[in-house]
C-alpha cells in the first residue's frame, strides 16, 4: 500500500494550494481517505477526511470553509484544494488511508500514510 502526497510549496497568506493524494491501485477506492498536518513542534492534527465514495467529508474547525477536500477513485487520487491560506496553516501535509469506509479524525483510525508534502505560508 502507497500514498504519495505533493503539491506543496512556498505561498504568501491570502493564496492558494492543491494538494494531491496518489493512491496504489490495491487500496483506497473503498476507504476514507484522510489529510493531516505537523507543524514545527507541535503534534500532528486531523484537516479533513473524505468518505470512500467522495459523498461525505469533514474538516477541523480552523479550516472550514478554506479547504476542500474530494477524490476521484477512478485517478486513485485524493484533493486537498486550500484556499485563502494563513501562517499557521505551515506544516508538513500528510494523506492517510483509513482502516474502513468510516471517516474518522483519529490518526489511530488510518492505516496507511504518504511521506508528507511541505506547505509554508509566509510574506
Known amino acids: 500500500v502507497q500514498l504519495q502526497a505533493s503539491g506543496g510549496g512556498l505561498v504568501r497568506p491570502g493564496e492558494s494550494l492543491k494538494l494531491t493524494c496518489t493512491t496504489s491501485r490495491r487500496t483506497a477506492s473503498n476507504n476514507a481517505i484522510g489529510w493531516f498536518r505537523r507543524a514545527p513542534g507541535r503534534e500532528r492534527e486531523f484537516v479533513a477526511s473524505i468518505s470512500w465514495r467522495g459523498m461525505t467529508s469533514f474538516y477541523t474547525d480552523s479550516v472550514q470553509g478554506r479547504f476542500t477536500i474530494s477524490r476521484d477513485n477512478a485517478k486513485n487520487t485524493v484533493y486537498l484544494q486550500m484556499n485563502g491560506l494563513k501562517s499557521e496553516d505551515t506544516a508538513v501535509y500528510y494523506c492517510?488511508?483509513?482502516?474502513?469506509?468510516?471517516?474518522?479524525?483519529?490518526?489511530?483510525?488510518?492505516?496507511?500514510w504518504g511521506q508528507g508534502t511541505q506547505v509554508t505560508v509566509s510574506s
Open positions: 492517510a488511508q483509513g482502516r474502513g469506509s468510516t471517516m474518522s479524525r483519529r490518526s489511530a483510525d488510518y492505516a496507511y
